[in-house]
């Protein structure tokens, strides 16, 4: 079996990414005790079945995935603790943030995301876990939050038919031929309109099912019945990509409590503009991390937090870029922010008439790369163990 599938089917490793990284590592398999050890020199080497396997630096395997690393190093240099808290986890994906919070303590954590099905199976299983899919983090309101979690420990009651409630026919004692005593009563029989309205009743009930028009009825999933899913959080958290923190920070910041803690991840690559990124999606400059950094600020300032401290996260990206975190304080009032989604009902002014700039050549080629060349491995190999998954495809360079 190959080096990297044998880790993820032996439980060594969560996925197979992070399989590959403990190989990198290092690795080393023997087939008894008394047998030499062998380095495992590629992710495709064999392991044969029952050999016993030793990882030489197990520091990858210490969470979902390696992004577990980066908050874990985030919360040691700022001195932060979670535990206790009720934490919010924005873009959970298959869950190393998540899983970092819960080895620290944390009472509860509630994690949303665009994506779905990429949280790690033993995370979903928790019942300090709140897994929201399919959730645009710009579009977060209390209400919307606190909605979408309901829906997720939801189950959907279908409704059986019952045949046992159905009218009793009039006429009914004929069905034996006609054989009744006198104490017969047939005061109870059903009209015969009664039993038309039943039929069309059962009949619009299973058209509106055909149709996808029917009530839906919920309840909370056995277990999930005391759930808290208050949005108030005492520690806010995540790790986004393909959207600048400048347009997030407002929505999830409202459901931060007062004084309460937000620790950001920053991603340089996605808060400036392509013309600014080099070649693979790479921030090649270190003059323009001050301008991102700058940006950061003062996004949280005028949501009223007070930023604590800026710093180098202790692993860089899966592409190679350096990143941030930037840690920071709610005030003791939150601020009102307006929802994005309520701009659409506010009048608008009128347009000026401003002729549209055609992007270059370079920002558009810079763009491309960016989101060709950008894959989140912990999402991308997670479900695929095996060997037979598509291969990535790279493009020739320029």
């Known amino acids: 079996m190959r080096a990297d599938v044998f880790l993820v089917e032996t439980g060594l490793a969560s996925t197979r990414s992070q399989a590959q990284r403990l190989i990198a590592a290092g690795v080393q398999w023997r087939t008894t005790p008394l047998a030499p050890w062998i380095k495992v020199a590629k992710n495709g080497d064999e392991i044969p079945a029952g050999a016993q396997v030793e990882l030489l630096d197990d520091s990858e395997a210490k969470y979902i995935s390696r992004g577990g690393l980066k908050l874990e190093g985030a919360l040691a240099a700022t001195g932060l603790v979670v535990k206790d808290l009720r934490c919010l986890d924005v873009g959970q994906s298959t869950g190393g943030f998540t899983d970092c919070l819960l080895q620290a303590g944390a009472q509860q954590v509630i994690g949303v995301d665009v994506g779905t099905a990429q949280l790690h199976e033993r995370l979903r299983g928790d019942e300090r876990v709140v897994c929201v899919e399919g959730f645009n983090a710009r579009a977060l309101t209390a209400d919307a939050l606190q909605a979408a979690c309901e829906l997720a420990l939801c189950e959907i009651v279908v409704d059986e038919e019952d045949n046992d409630t159905q009218p009793v026919a009039p006429y009914a004692w004929m069905r034996n031929g006609g054989q009744v005593s006198e104490e017969y009563d047939d005061s109870q029989d059903a009209k015969e309109q009664e039993i038309e309205d039943f039929k069309a009743e059962r009949s619009a009930k299973q058209r509106a099912k055909a ?97 604590k401290h800026w710093l180098d996260s202790a692993i860089d990206g899966g592409d190679g870029n350096h990143e941030f975190f930037v840690h920071a304080q709610q005030g003791a009032v939150v601020k009102a922010v307006v929802p994005a989604a ?57």
Do not use: H, W
Not at 360 to 386: I, N, T
């Open 211 to 307: 149709e996808g028009t029917a009530p839906v009825e919920r309840r909370r999933r056995p277990g999930t019945e005391n759930v808290d899913i208050r949005p108030e959080f005492d520690f806010v958290t995540g790790d986004l990509s393909f959207i600048s923190l400048t347009l997030v920070l407002p929505a999830v910041v409202s459901v931060l409590k007062p004084g309460g803690q937000l620790l950001m991840l920053v991603k340089p690559q996605f808060e400036l503009q392509p013309g600014q990124i080099g070649k693979g999606g790479i921030v090649r400059d270190k003059a323009l991390y001050v301008e991102v950094e700058q940006r950061i600020r003062t996004c949280l300032a005028e949501l009223g937090l007070e930023v």
């Open 342 to 398: 309520a701009d659409a009902d506010a009048p608008a002014a009128p347009a000026k008439k401003v002729a549209a700039k055609r992007p270059s050549r370079a920002d558009m080629r810079a763009k491309r790369d960016l989101q060709e060349l950008y894959v989140d491995p912990e999402a991308a190999s997670f479900g695929q163990p095996g060997p037979a998954r598509g291969k990535q495809k790279k493009r020739n360079e320029r």
